[in-house]
């Protein structure tokens, strides 16, 4: 899912309505907690929609749900990006990038694809932030409404 450039080359996700498509979304981002499994506290902004870029936005939609943990004591974070880029795989996940980004602070990040979850998601470990957190991106293919429907 992440070899796309837009998202027009954003596989499919199949049909849904936007409020099923939030609710995966939102327990794709709970299961991602619990493999943190760390302590501490998640923001609670819910998922959002998006349009599919290139497709009718009454009958297309991508979802994305943005959220940061913050443990307990920040020194739970040590190893959490290599334990994850172990347990992912067996919970469906396939790595497709791991190691420190290009910003200036070289935050360590995991994107993993979920290919029957249909959905994306980026990890970063922002050890330089007072106090040190994880930012996750989750997003998920383009779904389709059921004929008659139109996105919410």
């Keep these: 899912m992440t070899d796309a450039k837009d998202s027009d080359s954003l596989p499919s996700a199949g049909v849904s309505t936007t409020s099923d498509a939030l609710d995966a979304a939102e327990k794709v981002s709970s299961e991602l907690y619990d493999l943190i499994g760390l302590k501490g506290k998640a923001t609670q902004p819910g998922p959002g929609v998006n349009e599919c870029s290139g497709k009718d936005p009454e009958k297309y939609f991508t979802t994305f749900h943005a959220w940061t943990f913050t443990p307990a004591s920040p020194e739970q974070l040590a190893g959490v990006m290599e ?22 602070s070289k935050s360590v990040t995991i994107t993993a694809d979920n290919d029957a979850r249909k959905h994306s998601v980026k990890i970063a470990h922002w050890a330089n932030e007072n106090p040190p957190k994880l930012n996750v991106f989750l997003v998920s293919g383009c779904y389709q409404v059921p004929e008659g429907d139109k996105v919410d």
């Design 83 to 104: 334990r994850l880029k172990a347990e992912m795989p067996k919970h469906g996940w396939k790595i497709v990038d791991f190691g420190p980004d290009t910003s200036q």
